[in-house]
């Protein structure tokens, strides 16, 4: 078990030459984890200028099982490199393991830059696999992606619930840019509260607000706006 009090986490990482993967990564937690951190902020600044082959940046990551509880702060990453993977919360799970994200209120900003367009991903907040998913008390989400595909909220075969108790704002930014999409038959996003708001913004080339595939499922409280 990992416990920190209030403050700040910053990841800076520089591809060297010849590399294959340059990672920058805040928290990470797999097996049976379990992490606490108090108020505070998460910057992650991941670039390649030397030919990697992939970028990848994530905040917080949470494999398998366990339990990450996040009090109110920011997450903000940007990644720059050929092909960029850019997450600002993952939660992956596989078999019969449940794994849970608690955020508060979070002010989250994820972007990148890639070199070669259709190999590029920017999302939010993350979920994957039958487990417990992500939950976020309420805050903005502005993702933006140039060259790369954006996703505000995913969830695949998982659970992702914001704006719990706080007015939630979503704003994604790219070709192909989504705001919101549920997949899956335990693909289950829930947005907002009965007196709360929500607003969520897509633009861009081929910009979707909501996505719904394979028996996934968007539940929408309080007053939402969607442009």
């Known amino acids: 078990k990992v416990v920190k009090g209030d403050g700040d986490i910053f990841v800076t990482v520089n591809a060297g030459s010849g590399s294959t ?28 200028e030397t030919g ?38 993952q939660v992956g799970v596989t078999q019969e393991d449940t794994a849970s994200v608690e955020l508060g209120v979070m002010n989250v900003t994820a972007s990148g830059t890639a070199r070669t367009p259709g190999y590029s ?37 998982s659970g992702i619930s ?4 706080v007015d939630l704002s979503i704003s994604v930014a790219s070709d192909n840019a989504v705001a919101v999409e549920a997949q899956g038959e335990q693909g289950n996003v829930v947005l907002g509260n009965e007196r709360g708001n929500v607003t969520i913004k897509a633009t861009g080339e081929g910009a979707t607000g909501i996505r719904l595939a394979d ?12 442009d």
């Open 21 to 48: 993967n340059t990672d920058g990564l805040g928290v990470f937690g797999e097996g049976k984890s379990d992490i606490t951190l108090g108020k505070g902020n998460i910057v992650i600044r991941a670039s390649n």
């Open 52 to 89: 990697a082959e992939r970028v990848n940046a994530v905040g917080i990551q949470l494999f398998d099982s366990g339990k990450l509880t996040k009090s109110d702060g920011t997450i903000d990453i940007n990644a720059i490199g050929d092909i960029v993977d850019v997450k600002a919360v």
């Open 121 to 157: 991903y920017v999302k939010g907040l993350d979920a994957t696999g039958n487990g417990i998913g992500i939950t976020m008390e309420g805050g903005t989400l502005n993702i933006t992606a140039e060259n790369a595909e954006a996703t505000g909220i995913s969830a695949i075969s």
């Open 162 to 165: 914001a704006g719990t108790t």
């Open 215 to 226: 028996e996934g499922t968007v539940t929408l409280k309080g007053n939402t706006i969607i």
